[in-house]
Structure formats: C-alpha cells, structure tokens
C-alpha cells in the first residue's frame, strides 16, 4: 500500500516536474516496471545521446532501493556491460547510502552526475577504470564513439527507442575465448 502511493507521488512529480535533462514514465500498466531517459551531459563524453533506463521497484521500496540499469550500451568505469550500476544510492547500509527519504527522481539526477563524473576509486569495470585514470583521451574518445553507436538517435524508420538489444555484439571488447577471463580481471571492485 505505500509502495503504491509513494509511486503515484513520484510519478506525477517526474511528470510535472522532471529534473533537467530526465524523463521517466511507466510501463503499460505496471507502476512498478518503469522506463527513463537521461540526456547525455554538455561538455562529456555522453554529449547528444539519450541513454534508456529499466527502473524495477521492489515490493519493499522505500525501505530498499529501486533496482535501475541502463538499457543503452554506454562505455563507463561504473557501470558494466549488462548495464549495472556502481552508486552508492543504488545499495542499502552499511555498504550504501540508500535511504527512505530518497526518491526516484533524486536517483536518477545523481546518476546522470555520476555519468558526468565517474568514480574511478569504486569502478565496477576496472578495465576502463585504469583507461579513465591513466589515458584519458582514449576513454573520451572510446567513450563518445559508443554514444554515436549506440545512444545518438538516428532518423530513421520512424526512430526506434534505445533498447538493450540494439548492437549489443559491439558492447563486448574481447574476442570470445578472451573474453571471458578478461570479465573477471575487469570487473568489479565495487562493493
């Protein structure tokens, strides 16, 4: 019954008061499957791009976070290949920062900061954590080419939305056979 009307609230308020550069809707009927987009930062890497969001709302939410990853690929040393995010608002004490008086729209603004300013110290990719620390023109520019691949809105056939399956074969930087023993050695230091 809270969840329902905390939902309700939130809802309306992303709806007549969208933070800048975030929309969020729900899913057909389901007000605990919801969808967003964050425009892509001015002056990142992520500049012109519309990245997708899946947003699940536990049963338990306000009490636990709501589960949130990106739908569109985006090249990023927090946030890995199925689209998981590092952040701190994303995970219960003690570990995270999550509390009841946070809200969606609260979640989604610090991740769109998160996109402007990774956290290179928590990366869940470790890999492009190292390129981000130690080679940054290499990340800004591997970085923008998956925002023109994969986020850019192109005009055609009627401009499909972002979703997880569109070009997902780029998203993998390892041919097969390395591919796996590079995932484990990448990933993760988040915690």
């Known amino acids: 019954m809270q969840k329902t009307s905390r939902l309700k609230r939130e809802?309306?308020?992303?709806?007549?008061?969208?933070?800048?550069?975030?929309?969020?809707?729900?899913?057909?009927?389901?007000?605990?499957?919801?969808?967003?987009?964050?425009?892509?930062?001015?002056?990142?890497?992520?500049?012109?791009?519309?990245?997708?969001?899946?947003?699940?709302?536990p049963d338990r939410y306000p009490f636990e976070p709501p589960k949130i990853r990106f739908l569109t690929p985006i090249y990023h040393p927090n946030i890995d290949n199925s689209g998981r995010i590092c952040h701190d608002a994303l995970k219960l004490p003690p570990k995270g920062a999550w509390r009841p008086s946070l809200n969606i729209s609260t979640v989604l603004s610090s991740i769109q900061l998160l996109m402007a300013e990774p956290n290179p110290d928590d990366p869940l990719m470790a890999d492009i954590s190292s390129e981000f620390k130690y080679n940054k023109q290499l990340f800004m520019e591997t970085a923008r080419k998956w925002t023109k691949e994969h986020a850019v809105q192109k005009n055609t056939e009627g401009n499909k939305e972002n979703t997880p399956d569109q070009k997902i074969s780029s998203r993998k930087r390892h041919p097969l056979g390395a591919q796996q023993e590079g995932e484990e050695s990448a990933k993760k230091t988040c915690s």
């Open 11 to 57: 809802l309306q308020m992303l709806s007549n008061e969208p933070p800048p550069g975030i929309t969020c809707w729900q899913t057909e009927e389901r007000m605990d499957d919801l969808r967003a987009q964050i425009v892509g930062g001015t002056e990142t890497p992520y500049e012109g791009g519309l990245f997708s969001l899946e947003i699940k709302v």
